[in-house]
T-cell receptor, first 115, second 111 residues
Framework: EAQVTQNPRYLITVTGKKLTVTCSQN?????MSWYRQDPGLGLRQIYY???????DKGDVPEGYKVSRKEKRNFPLILESPSPNQTSLYFC??????????????FGPGTRLTVL | QKEVEQDPGPLSVPEGAIVSLNCTYS??????FMWYRQYSRKGPELLMY????GNKEDGRFTAQVDKSSKYISLFIRDSQPSDSATYLC???????????FGTGTRLLVSP
């Protein structure tokens, strides 16, 4: 089954304690992305990756890091989490049918609370 | 001004009603228009994908794009309780992979 998996699904942590949210896709997609979703603000892109070892900032990258050492994995790292990073996080993997069409497949989400 | 505006709702309708969900956008460079559906505690999933202006129909769903007004719509006919979800519009420009999302409209269809 084609899917994007994220772990953990729920996490409560404290300010300053480093954490990693993992993301993995089994569709051999080159393009992957991380979003956060907040009430009234919608989905905002944090970072994206166009291929292995190629990453770039999205709209809200501050306080986050990513890496792309393998095609299937795209972890999100919070080196020193703060309460304003409390949010619902989604990883997405993009399929290209042709230059005009792409579809983003989203993971199930990770609800993070930073105390 | 936000690039994409969407009424957050909630929009409550009885089963069988016709639902109209809408977004407006500001950038005329946007060429690709999508609707995603997000159930509670789930990730968004692609529902409809359209290029440029016009209508696209898929079963009970019709996506409509009016580029002259920078206005996109999703119509749901014969709405069902299973349609209760948050609907997000998403738009992108030619040559760019980044999607700009609306904030989502929460739809509640009561039996």
């Amino acid at each position: 089954e084609a899917q994007v998996t994220q772990n953990p699904r729920y996490l409560i942590t404290v300010t300053g304690k480093k954490l990693t949210v993992t993301c993995s896709q089994n569709m051999n997609h080159e393009y992957m992305s991380w979003y956060r979703q907040d009430p009234g603000l919608g989905l905002r892109q944090i970072y994206y990756s166009m291929n292995v070892e190629v990453t770039d900032k999205g709209d809200v990258p501050e306080g986050y890091k990513v890496s792309r050492k393998e095609k299937r994995n795209f972890p999100l790292i919070l080196e020193s989490p703060s309460p304003n990073q409390t949010s619902l996080y989604f990883c997405a993997s993009i399929s290209y049918r042709d230059l005009d069409y792409n579809e983003q497949f989203f993971g199930p989400g990770t609800r993070l609370t930073v105390l | 001004q936000k690039e994409v505006e969407q009424d957050p709702g909630p929009l409550s309708v009885p089963e069988g009603a016709i639902v109209s969900l809408n977004c407006t956008y500001s950038n005329s460079a946007f060429q690709y228009f999508m609707w995603y559906r997000q159930y509670s505690r789930k990730g968004p999933e692609l529902l409809m994908y359209t290029y440029s202006s016009g209508n696209k129909e898929d079963g009970r769903f019709t996506a409509q794009v009016d580029k002259s007004s920078k206005y996109i719509s999703l119509f749901i006919r014969d709405s069902q309780p299973s349609d209760s979800a948050t609907y997000l519009c998403a738009i992108r420009s030619t040559g760019f992979q980044k999607l700009v999302f609306g904030t989502g409209t929460r739809l509640l269809v009561s039996p």
